[in-house]
């Protein structure tokens, strides 16, 4: 089901991609904003919606990665078709999620993972060495200033709300049991393991979203 939404999500992109009125211009731009002036619904804005979407798994269900899977197939394929001028329209919109999931402590045989280190070469070759090295630098420095920041407000916390803090670690350390639960249920046979599929074997709709870059 969520390879098919994709499939609908990409054709989408093309459509919007190949229409003149909907052509990016002058961009005004935030962390939290993404719009353009003259139009709101363009590439930046749909892949900026992608994005807050693999933020919300990320967030709410990190064990998952249906989200972020579909969605980095289907950018793999769209950069693909596009120019090294139109890669820099947009690049500074679908790097963070990119440079974060390559960052994170899974292991590297992670779906997700692979189809980030696959979109970063891709990304690499259209924009060039140098110019992604610095982009992806300047990404990573964001990210660990938020991290940082992150845990100097979770130290804060047991501090001035040690009743919060103390909730917080209990519902921690329930998700680390529940995740236990369901890994000794899978090796006993109680619960349905989840197949692996390998990065290359995800690709959806492969007559309409064929990767014409070699």
Not at 15 to 25: K, N, S
Not at 62 to 68: F, G, L, T, V, W
Not at 120 to 131: A, D, M, N, T, W
Request: one cysteine or more; charged letters at 35%.
């Amino acid at each position: 089901m969520a390879d098919q939404v994709t499939a609908v999500l990409f054709q989408i992109l093309k459509l919007v991609h190949a229409m003149p009125c909907f052509a990016l211009r002058k961009k005004i731009q935030t962390e939290e904003r993404d719009e353009d002036s003259n139009a709101k619904v363009n590439i930046r804005w749909i892949l900026f919606k992608q994005r807050k979407a693999i933020n919300s798994e990320v967030a709410k269900a990190p064990n998952s990665m249906n989200i972020r899977t579909a969605i980095f197939t289907m950018w793999m394929h769209f950069i693909s078709s596009m120019e090294t001028d139109e890669i820099n329209t947009i690049i500074d919109v679908i790097l963070p999620v990119i440079v974060r999931e390559l960052s994170t402590g899974d292991g590297p045989s992670s779906i997700a993972k692979q189809l980030a280190g696959r979109l970063g070469k891709k990304l690499r070759r259209k924009v060039g060495e140098i110019e992604y090295s610095k982009m992806a630098a300047e990404v990573q420095t964001r990210l660990n200033v938020r991290r940082a920041e992150r845990k100097k407000i979770l130290l804060q916390e047991k501090v001035n709300n040690p009743e919060r803090a103390a909730k917080r670690k209990l519902q921690l350390r329930e998700k680390k049991k529940q995740a236990k639960k369901i890994k000794l249920e899978m090796m006993h046979g109680k619960r349905p393991r989840v197949k692996k599929r390998k990065a290359e074997d995800i690709d959806f709709e492969d007559d309409l979203l064929k990767d014409t870059e070699g």
